[in-house]
């Protein structure tokens, strides 16, 4: 076991700075063999020395702060903490994302803080009670998304509620409860997430709230582009 620990170190070393550490807080080479230990990796100072040299040697962002115990980090260029906040706060701030769902991405977003992340949930642990549990779904966005990049169709069933808060699926004229559209664009309005389409054979945008579609799937077939979608794009 020990023997394969010791083929993982230098992933560990990189994922420990990459997690940890920034300029203001830089790992020392103690910290670090601490570290690998409490994992079952066991190194020595030159070892470290030999494995961070591999690391920046294959383009892997790590620099020095060099002292009697020399200090390792990796700079964050993605994110300052303050855009970081600025986007938990737009997560938590969008009725139409869950709770649990607004939970979950918030850690995601924090995580990209590193050693900061601790810092920016604290001031953001507090979720806004009137955040309502809605049927959207990530699979639902991420399909409606992909058929506006790939300019596909896009089938899904709708649906309203009734007075006891159970689903009824709408039919159209045709008797199917599949609808079938060309998507536009995402947009947030007024608390809910939207998509903007077009039915084949009527003029004018509609849009559906992304919370009432449910079995949304991108359709093989290309999306259409009518004479009048293209005299508003000019």
Not at 147 to 168: E, G, T
Request: hydrophobic share 35%; glycine share 4%; proline share 2%.
């Amino acid at each position: 076991m020990k023997k394969e620990n010791q083929k993982i170190k230098l992933l560990k070393i990189w994922e420990i700075l990459r997690v940890d550490s920034d300029e203001d807080n830089p790992i020392s080479t103690t910290d670090l063999i601490a570290r690998l230990a409490d994992d079952g990796i066991n190194a020595e100072r030159k070892s470290i020395y030999d494995d961070i040299r591999t690391l920046v040697d294959w383009g892997y962002p790590v620099e020095c702060k060099r002292s009697r115990v020399n200090e390792y980090f990796v700079r964050n260029t993605d994110f300052t903490t303050a855009e970081l906040r600025v986007l938990l706060d737009s997560v938590q701030a969008a009725n139409f994302v869950s709770r649990r769902d607004a939970k979950a991405l918030s850690y995601k977003i924090a995580a990209l803080a590193g050693s900061n992340k601790g810092e920016i949930l604290a001031e953001n642990t507090e979720l806004r009670q009137g955040m309502r549990e809605t049927n959207i779904s990530w699979e639902s966005i991420g399909a409606a998304a992909g058929a506006i990049q790939r300019r596909h169709k896009l089938a899904f069933r709708y649906f309203d509620y009734d007075i006891n808060k159970s689903c009824v699926f709408r039919t159209r004229s045709s008797g199917s409860d599949v609808y079938v559209v060309n998507p536009w664009a995402l947009v947030c309005s007024q608390d809910n997430y939207y998509l903007i389409c077009h039915m084949d054979n009527h003029e004018g945008y509609t849009t559906y709230r992304l919370d009432r579609m449910a079995d949304v799937s991108i359709l093989p077939d290309r999306r259409e582009t009518p004479a009048w979608v293209r005299e508003m794009s000019v």
